[in-house]
């Protein structure tokens, strides 16, 4: 399959595609890498060669490319090249493994996988999950699928039962997460901006087999009255910066700042959009002179809503 076929085609010459895409996966490293993310020199194909021997997965083409331009080995990333076998097993394994218990503790069942069994549910669930595409690591909890072996596929945040789709796909992912591969430290230095969308980035999220439903599980989180509670934070965190000193257009600015809803106003629909808009306002409020002890302050209403992310 051609670069140009991956990325959707379109009659779009195949040496633009290309070129395209390669541009992209610079973009990402040279972002990263002004984050302060440590960056090794990028995969071969021998060692593409190793990783699918080994591991039985082929990295899709979009992070394919981006791995070839430059390795992320700072915190939180995979290391494909020196992590032992043991520790990239693990990592592979874990979002099934996290779901399992959560499932053998009955704590967690996919609505879409039907009523309950009346016997072990973790062996109903394992069968389930065997038809579920490999996630390859990306970033801490997040991970793209093995499969289909396209570029454009989703990426999904797995962490125990806890399933959301972060990006309709990698573009889209990094567009989301600028902030967070800033080191502790150097928040207030800002992190350049995420590297621009391209003009192939998705505009919905690709349907993967077992993780599309549970992500969709995710997205019922909470119901209206949980979703009343988090508007009434916002309310409570635009006090918090009144009584700061923040004037009342400064305020109704930075609480309405990010995407998902009409203009620039941000809709928060479920407890992941909340810990997004936290994100964004303490990233705002780091540039603008704050400390972060003075952030941690004004947040402290955001606490019982945390997540224990970093």
């Not at 984050?35 to 039985?56: H, Q, R, W």
């Not at 399992?100 to 879409?112: G, I, M, P, Q």
Request: hydrophobic share 40%; glycine share 12%; proline share 6%.
């Amino acid at each position: 399959m051609t670069m140009a076929e991956d990325i959707g085609g379109g009659g779009v010459p195949k040496r633009r595609a290309c070129f395209s895409f390669a541009a992209y996966a610079k973009a990402v490293i040279d972002h990263l890498r002004a984050s302060g993310v440590a960056i090794a020199g990028g995969l071969d194909d021998s060692e593409f060669l190793a990783i699918k021997t080994t591991y039985g997965f082929d990295f899709p083409p979009d992070l394919r490319s981006i791995l070839r331009e430059g390795l992320p080995i700072g915190s939180g990333f995979p290391n494909w090249r020196f992590a032992s076998p043991q520790q990239l097993e693990i990592l592979l394994r874990l979002p099934v493994s996290g779901l399992l218990h959560e499932v053998s503790r009955k704590d967690f069942w996919c609505t879409a996988w039907g009523s309950k069994p009346t016997g072990d549910e973790t062996v109903a669930a394992t069968r389930i999950l065997e038809r579920a595409p490999v996630l390859v690591p990306i970033y801490r909890q997040f991970y793209i699928p093995s499969v289909p072996s396209l570029a454009g596929n989703p990426v999904f945040y797995v962490r125990g039962g806890d399933v959301r789709c972060a990006g309709f796909d990698l573009a889209d992912f990094f567009q989301r997460e600028s902030g967070r591969f800033v080191p502790k430290g150097r928040e207030h230095q800002g992190d350049g901006g995420a590297p621009p969308a391209p003009v192939w980035a998705a505009k919905e999220a690709r349907r993967v087999e077992v993780w599309t439903e549970l992500a969709a599980e995710r997205e019922t989180w909470g119901g209206p009255e949980k979703l009343r509670g988090l508007e009434g934070w916002l309310g409570e965190m635009g006090s918090r910066l009144r009584a700061g000193g923040w004037g009342e257009e400064e305020v109704r600015e930075m609480l309405m700042m990010g995407s998902g809803g009409e203009g620039n106003r941000t809709v928060v629909r479920d407890r992941e959009s909340l810990i997004w808009h936290v994100r964004l306002l303490s990233l705002a409020l780091l540039r603008a002179g704050w400390s972060p002890e003075d952030v941690a302050d004004s947040m402290e209403c955001a606490r019982p809503g945390d997540d224990g992310r970093k």
